[in-house]
C-alpha cells in the first residue's frame, strides 16, 4: 500500500507540473514573438524556432571554410556604412513590409545558395549581378541601379536622389558577397549612408533559429 501511494503521487506531481521536456517559449525580444514582413507579395511571420533542442542548420555549422576566399569581415566594412544586427534588420523589413517604398532588403548571394532558403523580405541581387569583373556589362548594372535600386540615371551619370536605403546581407561574417556588392555600389557613387550591412548574415541568422523563406 505504501509502494502505491508512493507512485500514485508520483504520477500526481507529475500532472501538475507538465511533462519534463515540454518547450519553453522562444521569442525574439522580450514579448514579441514574431515580426510579421512581406515575402514574394505574401504576409509572413518571422519567428524563432520553438524546440528547445534545436540545433543549427548544419550548412551554417562549419567553422574553418579556408581563408582565401572565406576570410573574417571587419566590423566597419567602409565608413559612413552602418553594420546592423537581427533586430534592425527586421525593424527595416517590417517597415518596408508596411509600405515604406524607401527602403530594400537584399540577399547578395548566388542564386545556389538563396534556393536553400532566404531572410523573409529579401529580393535576391547576386554580387556578381553588379561586378563589371564578373561579366556584369553598364547596361546590365544600369538596369538593376534602376528597377531595384530606385536610381535615376541621364547621359551615363546615376542620380542617387531617390535612392533606397539598402539593407544587405550574404552567409555571414567569413562571406564576401554583400561586401562585394556594397563596395561597387560605393563606387557607382551610392550615398554610404543609405546602405545598412547585415553582417552576420545567414550564419547568425540560423544560429538564432530565426525563419526563413524560399526566393
Not at 501538475?16 to 522562444?26: D, E
Not at 566590423?75 to 527586421?90: K, Y
Not at 547596361?139 to 538593376?144: G, M, N, S
Not at 563606387?187 to 541568422?205: E, L, S, V
Request: glycine share 8%; net charge neutral; aromatic share 8%.
Amino acid at each position: 500500500m505504501k509502494t502505491l501511494k508512493i507512485v500514485l503521487g508520483g504520477m500526481l506531481s507529475m500532472a501538475l507540473l507538465g511533462p519534463v521536456s515540454a518547450n519553453k517559449p522562444v521569442g525574439i525580444w522580450g514579448d514579441q514573438m514574431e515580426v510579421t514582413v512581406t515575402h514574394n507579395g505574401t504576409s509572413t511571420d518571422i519567428t524563432r524556432n520553438q524546440d528547445n533542442k534545436n540545433t543549427v542548420n548544419p550548412a551554417f555549422a562549419k567553422t574553418s571554410r579556408p581563408c582565401p576566399p572565406f576570410c573574417i569581415q571587419p566590423a566597419v566594412l567602409a565608413p559612413g556604412v552602418e553594420t546592423i544586427a537581427e533586430r534592425e534588420l527586421m525593424h527595416y523589413a517590417e517597415m518596408m513590409s508596411n509600405g515604406d517604398s524607401s527602403i530594400i532588403v537584399i540577399d547578395s548571394r548566388t542564386p545556389n545558395w538563396v534556393a536553400k532558403g532566404t531572410i523573409p523580405s529579401a529580393i535576391n541581387v547576386p554580387w556578381t549581378s553588379l561586378n563589371p569583373a564578373k561579366g556584369a556589362t553598364p547596361i546590365d548594372i544600369a538596369e538593376i541601379m534602376q528597377s531595384v535600386f530606385n536610381v535615376t540615371e541621364s547621359e551615363g551619370l546615376f542620380d542617387f536622389s531617390d535612392a533606397k536605403t539598402a539593407v544587405m546581407f550574404c552567409n555571414g561574417m567569413w562571406c564576401g558577397q554583400s561586401p562585394n556588392n556594397i563596395k561597387n555600389l560605393l563606387k557607382f557613387g551610392y550615398p554610404a549612408h543609405k546602405i545598412k550591412w547585415y553582417r552576420g548574415g545567414m550564419q547568425d541568422w540560423e544560429i538564432l533559429g530565426l525563419s526563413t523563406a524560399k526566393p
